[in-house]
């Protein structure tokens, strides 16, 4: 069973989301950073498909907050914490493993705005830096949207 839902839509932007139970495994690089089957999929104007998982389902041992402001995506607050319009302020991670960091492969919304609380305290990541797999076989995220929206 999955719950979907329009969590905000104006003229000029919109965040849609839907909950799934279909169980992922997640990797970097071959290293599994996640297993998941209760998850948030965000379509956003503009963005691919972003997965958001809870921190229970991520292996903890790999992901460090990363502290470094430098790199700028979005608008700052006034405290100088970058902040997205639409979901509030952005915690970024990184994933570390063999001595290598991939710096701010992952973020979270520890206090989003209350028509997007779904993914509070999820964690997403970017697309290009992990590999999803679906019953042992390597899906994209596109295709696990198709999934759940269509029961086959």
């Known amino acids: 069973m999955n719950s979907s839902y329009v969590s905000f839509y104006n003229d000029e932007h919109y965040i849609y989301c839907v909950e799934s139970f279909m169980p992922l495994d997640v990797?970097?690089?071959?290293?599994?950073i996640c297993r998941s089957q209760d998850y948030v999929i965000?379509?956003?104007?503009?963005?691919?498909?972003?997965?958001?998982?809870?921190?229970?389902?991520?292996?903890?041992n790999y992901i460090e907050e990363y502290k470094n402001n430098s790199f700028m995506i979005s608008k700052n607050d006034n405290n100088g914490d970058e902040k997205c319009p639409y979901k509030g302020n952005?915690?970024?991670y990184?994933?570390?493993y063999n001595k290598e960091i991939e710096e701010k492969a992952g973020w979270s919304y520890n206090k989003p705005p209350e028509y997007i609380k779904t993914i509070e305290n999820l964690m997403a990541f970017y697309?290009?830096?992990i590999d999803v797999f679906y019953k042992g076989n390597k899906i994209s995220i596109s295709d696990v949207l198709n999934k759940i929206l269509c029961v086959e």
């Open 94 to 96: 990184s994933i570390v």
């Open 27 to 32: 990797y970097f690089k071959n290293l599994k």
């Open 42 to 60: 965000m379509l956003e104007k503009n963005y691919d498909p972003v997965l958001y998982f809870h921190r229970s389902d991520i292996n903890n």
């Open 127 to 129: 697309n290009n830096k």
């Open 90 to 92: 952005i915690t970024w």
